[in-house]
């Protein structure tokens, strides 16, 4: 395996900065591209891969999606040089994510949604640790609001949206709880809502 880089400590904050905010996708903004273990091919994230090997036009046959956490290695978008993951690049020193989850192989450089890693989810989620709880019938995170008044469904975001069909349990839209304990995406209620249709039990 090779070894992380340690910036020194005099340029460690321009190393931190340098080229933030100008890589990414429309998924994360990162400074690192990710080799996909199933195909062998390079994709800026796990969703920008899942698009494209899931669209219309590939053959029913080959579609696919990638494992999160069988992710080994990613590319430096600054330098190009291809490494074990690991936070900051080995060849240039760049923080490939302010935000580094080593279980996920997960990157990211917009710090400000408050990531953090949820162990019984077994992935990254978005607002702040302290802002969610985990309940385990349910099989993910809430907002700690409903804590005393949610209606339990077991594994309630282990499917897909009722609308667009979209797994609801790794989205990266939001989510509402339904007052029958269902989960579904928050835009697509109210998409519903705005051609006068509503979701019922």
Request: glycine letters at 6%.
């Amino acid at each position: 395996m090779e070894s992380g880089f340690e910036p020194k400590m005099s340029n460690s904050s321009s190393i931190m900065e340098k080229g933030y905010g100008g890589f990414g996708c429309s998924h994360y903004r990162r400074r690192c591209k990710i080799r996909a273990p199933c195909c062998d091919e390079i994709f800026d994230c796990k969703h920008c891969h899942n698009e494209s090997k899931n669209s219309i036009e590939v053959d029913p046959l080959d579609r696919h999606e990638v494992p999160r956490h069988d992710i080994k290695r990613v590319i430096c978008s600054l330098c190009d040089k291809e490494q074990d993951v690991q936070q900051h690049c080995i060849n240039c020193g760049v923080c490939m994510g302010k935000y580094f989850c080593s279980n996920c192989n997960f990157f990211d450089d917009e710090v400000s949604k408050n990531q953090y890693h949820c162990n019984e989810c077994g992935i990254c989620r978005v607002g702040g640790k302290e802002n969610f709880f985990h309940c385990n019938k349910c099989g993910c995170c809430y907002s700690t609001m409903l804590k005393s008044s949610h209606n339990c469904v077991e594994k309630a975001m282990h499917h897909n949206c009722a609308v667009c069909f979209e797994f609801l349990f790794d989205t990266t839209k939001d989510i509402t709880v339904l007052p029958c304990g269902h989960t579904i995406h928050l835009e697509c209620v109210k998409e519903m809502e705005r051609h006068f249709h509503w979701v019922w039990c």
